[in-house]
């Protein structure tokens, strides 16, 4: 266990720090905050943990798994043509009312079974997410 003796005096081991910790297979950042040095070094070196020492939130940012950098969301860049959508970020969260759906294909066609009025959003790690509207006529 680390203790603050164990640190050269121009470290600081008490210091307070931004960190993001985040998913190593998507690079969702799942939480975000401060902490004390000497808590983080033992989460990224001791434990091997997905953090990094970045000051970031998870609604605007993402860590690129390629790299280990945070960086910035963009917006949404899916397209809706009729009841397919295209360009659709993998991997990402389909909503149709509130129901989610894993999604790992960029495009998508969608069904339904009964006429009406259905919402749906994309949530992904590296875009702002979207939202469509589609009307639904039973083609019968």
């Not at 091997?48 to 280990?68: F, I, M, N, Q, W």
């Not at 066609?109 to 006429?115: M, Q, S």
Request: proline share 9%.
């Amino acid at each position: 266990m680390r203790k603050p003796e164990d640190y050269a005096s121009f470290l600081k081991p008490l210091e307070i720090q931004p960190y993001v910790r985040y998913d190593p297979a998507t690079g969702e950042i799942i939480t975000w905050g401060q902490h004390e040095r000497i808590a983080l070094d033992m989460q990224i070196i001791d434990r091997k943990e997905p953090v990094l020492r970045e000051k970031a939130s998870g609604d605007t940012h993402y860590v690129d798994l390629a790299d280990l950098t945070v960086k910035e969301k963009t917006p949404g860049v899916a397209v809706l043509e009729g009841l397919t959508l295209k360009n659709v970020p993998v991997p990402c969260v389909l909503r149709i009312d509130e129901e989610p759906y894993k999604v790992f294909a960029t495009e998508v066609e969608l069904g339904f079974d009964l006429p009406g009025t259905y919402r749906i959003e994309i949530e992904s790690p590296f875009h702002f997410p979207q939202t469509f509207t589609v009307k639904y006529e039973d083609p019968a």
